[in-house]
């Protein structure tokens, strides 16, 4: 995998789950049988609709407005740090487009909050880190070990990781 392959649902796995990063990369896509994954598309679908996508190949944004601001829209009620690390690459790939992301607004349609954060010097370095974590991780010939089976719950890799 290059650099340029990595888009935000590897680094949302990254901070997640390292496994789960491993196993996506390989083609392991058990997320359209899970119901918190349908319901994240629900509310999604369900939300700020007059907006449109923006795909830059291996990351697809949920919309960007006319001041250069990446929106997201999270189906979760708080921001976590796999969101904001997600919103993050975002800006870094526009960057690399020479589209001058200002920083990226995590929308919360469940709680009817926002997250603001600005894309700075530190974002930027954070966003090389996380790339070059993310390949680190899928390079690797065996998948990395399972998180506790608590910490699994709700994830529609749980089967996957937890057949013994």
Same mark, same amino acid.
């Given at each position: 995998?290059?650099?340029? #392959?990595? *888009?935000? %649902? ?16 390989? *083609? %392991? ?12 598309? &629900? ?8 907006? @449109?996508?923006? !795909? /830059? *190949?291996? &990351?697809?944004? !949920? +919309? ?10 999270? @189906? ?6 796999? #969101?904001?690390?997600? &919103?993050? +690459? ?8 020479? %589209? ?6 995590? +929308? ?11 894309? *700075? ?6 966003? /090389? ?5 993310? /390949?680190?991780? %899928? ?19 749980? !089967? ?5």
């Amino acid at each position: 995998m290059r650099e340029a #392959d990595i *888009g935000g %649902v590897h680094i949302k796995y990254l901070y997640h789950c390292k496994r789960q990063l491993w196993l996506y990369a390989r *083609g %392991v896509r058990p997320e359209h049988l899970n119901t918190a994954v349908q319901l994240g598309e &629900a509310v999604h679908d369900t939300s700020y609709q007059r907006s @449109s996508p923006v !795909d /830059l *190949g291996a &990351a697809r944004l !949920d +919309h960007m407005d006319g001041q250069q601001w990446v929106h997201e829209v999270k @189906s979760s009620t708080r921001p976590t740090p796999a #969101d904001e690390a997600q &919103a993050i +690459h975002y800006c870094y790939r526009l960057h690399e487009v020479d %589209v001058p992301a200002q920083g990226a607004v995590l +929308h919360y349609p469940k709680t009817r909050r926002t997250k603001k954060i600005v894309y *700075g010097a530190s974002e930027v370095e954070q966003a /090389l880190a996380d790339v070059q974590k993310a /390949l680190a991780v %899928v390079s690797a010939d065996t998948p990395p070990p399972r998180l506790t089976r608590s910490a699994c719950r709700g994830c529609s890799f749980l !089967d996957y990781c937890w057949s013994d």
